[in-house]
């Protein structure tokens, strides 16, 4: 099978040369898998990255979930490779705060400053809103000013130095025990501090590599398996670990986004009178 040029976009958490430089080595190892040349469009911003995936100038792109959702819904593109972080696809979203701080649960939020990732993380923004309105909290009267910082990191920190009450990441969890993480956005970070986890929401999908609905099966399970040999080379694997932030990758379908769906439809089912909601069913639906 002769593979065509492929197209990959990536829209990057930390924009730096060690990123870069990491970036070069997966594309290249990639494209040897491959036995052809990835062509990788490095955009600023998630719209940037939807426009050339609906347009067709992307063959495949590393994704989130809900962004994921979005193409698979409207038939753009399709997921087929999840990644694999602390030996699973999912993990769940939190809401924290400083141990010291006067905020001990979400009871406590009213007039609070939050920081968020973006308005496209799940977990840095989305899921844990609609848990919040699902349990019938008035966003409104929780946050006196809300802002989006970009990364996991730059909340944790924000909330480190007092720059935010709250802010919200992802974190992973012991079956069944839901205390503490046993690994956060502030553990990944190295940052020793504190933290109350004041709600959990989830589980979510992992991020995902989608693919444009263009390519054929024959050329997509070529995709997945070259991603597969990425991790079995000891410097590709470090390259492509700094860079998704995953152990491995595995093979996946739209069942993979089947409990962020299940999420959206139980968080968004009830109307609510507050300015996030109408901007939040429908982001999430």
């Given at each position: 099978?002769?593979?065509?040029?492929?197209?990959f976009g990536v829209v990057p958490a930390v924009d730096d040369p060690t990123f870069r430089a990491n970036l070069k080595d997966m594309v290249k190892a990639l494209g040897y898998h491959l036995g052809t040349t990835v062509e990788c469009r490095v955009t600023p911003t998630y719209s940037a990255l939807v426009?050339?995936?609906t347009q067709g100038q992307l063959d495949a792109a590393w994704v989130p979930p809900v962004l994921a959702m979005d193409f698979d819904a409207q038939r753009?593109?399709?997921p087929r490779i999840a990644m694999i972080r602390q030996n699973e696809t999912v993990y769940h979203s939190v809401l924290y705060a400083l141990r010291d701080a006067q905020i001990r649960s979400v009871s406590d939020l009213q007039g609070a400053k939050a920081a968020w990732v973006s308005p496209d993380s799940a977990s840095g923004y989305l899921v844990p809103l609609a848990s919040m309105r699902a349990r019938g909290l008035s966003l409104t009267?929780?946050?006196?000013d809300q802002v989006f910082l970009g990364t996991h990191e730059a909340v944790a920190?924000?909330?480190a130095h007092g720059q935010a009450h709250v802010g919200a990441s992802f974190a992973h969890f012991e079956p069944s025990d839901f205390g503490t993480p046993v690994w956060a956005s502030w553990i990944e970070f190295g940052l020793e501090v504190n933290f109350r986890v004041l709600l959990v929401a989830g589980p979510i999908p992992t991020d995902v590599i989608s693919m444009h609905r263009s390519l054929d099966d024959q050329h997509q399970q070529a995709i997945?398996?070259?991603?597969?040999?990425?991790?079995?080379d000891k410097q590709t694997s470090e390259a492509a670990r700094a860079i998704f932030r995953c152990e491995?990758?595995?093979g996946c379908t739209e069942e993979h986004l089947r409990g962020l769906r299940m999420l959206c439809l139980l968080y968004t089912s009830d109307a609510?009178?507050?300015p996030h909601c109408v901007d939040l069913g429908c982001r999430l639906l």
């Amino acid at each position: 099978m002769r593979f065509p040029i492929l197209r990959f976009g990536v829209v990057p958490a930390v924009d730096d040369p060690t990123f870069r430089a990491n970036l070069k080595d997966m594309v290249k190892a990639l494209g040897y898998h491959l036995g052809t040349t990835v062509e990788c469009r490095v955009t600023p911003t998630y719209s940037a990255l939807v426009a050339l995936m609906t347009q067709g100038q992307l063959d495949a792109a590393w994704v989130p979930p809900v962004l994921a959702m979005d193409f698979d819904a409207q038939r753009i593109a399709h997921p087929r490779i999840a990644m694999i972080r602390q030996n699973e696809t999912v993990y769940h979203s939190v809401l924290y705060a400083l141990r010291d701080a006067q905020i001990r649960s979400v009871s406590d939020l009213q007039g609070a400053k939050a920081a968020w990732v973006s308005p496209d993380s799940a977990s840095g923004y989305l899921v844990p809103l609609a848990s919040m309105r699902a349990r019938g909290l008035s966003l409104t009267k929780a946050f006196s000013d809300q802002v989006f910082l970009g990364t996991h990191e730059a909340v944790a920190r924000a909330v480190a130095h007092g720059q935010a009450h709250v802010g919200a990441s992802f974190a992973h969890f012991e079956p069944s025990d839901f205390g503490t993480p046993v690994w956060a956005s502030w553990i990944e970070f190295g940052l020793e501090v504190n933290f109350r986890v004041l709600l959990v929401a989830g589980p979510i999908p992992t991020d995902v590599i989608s693919m444009h609905r263009s390519l054929d099966d024959q050329h997509q399970q070529a995709i997945i398996h070259a991603f597969s040999l990425l991790t079995s080379d000891k410097q590709t694997s470090e390259a492509a670990r700094a860079i998704f932030r995953c152990e491995g990758f595995a093979g996946c379908t739209e069942e993979h986004l089947r409990g962020l769906r299940m999420l959206c439809l139980l968080y968004t089912s009830d109307a609510a009178d507050d300015p996030h909601c109408v901007d939040l069913g429908c982001r999430l639906l």
